[in-house]
């Protein structure tokens, strides 16, 4: 199985798109729960890290990260 990493404010896509129309989340916690901010409306939303890593779709660094 492939470990992923993930870092405090990447921009991940979800396969599954959010109600309010977008599908791009911000990591704002990671631990056991990984928590999620929605970039179109703001809403926040706990996740295990296992259903995590099947909804994932892509990851987005950060632009500053990469700078």
């Known amino acids: 199985?492939?470990?992923?990493?993930?870092?405090?404010?990447?921009?991940?896509i979800l396969k599954k798109?959010?109600?309010?129309?977008?599908?791009?989340?911000?990591?704002v916690r990671l631990g056991a729960d990984?928590?999620?901010?929605c970039r179109g409306c703001g809403r926040l939303i706990f996740m295990p890290r296992i259903e995590f890593n099947k909804k994932i779709k892509k990851v987005?660094?950060?632009?500053?990260?990469?700078a």
């Open 1 to 12: 199985m492939e470990s992923k990493q993930y870092k405090l404010n990447d921009i991940v």
């Open 60 to 66: 987005i660094e950060k632009e500053n990260e990469n």
């Open 17 to 27: 798109g959010h109600p309010c129309g977008t599908n791009e989340w911000e990591i």
């Open 34 to 37: 990984i928590k999620l901010k």
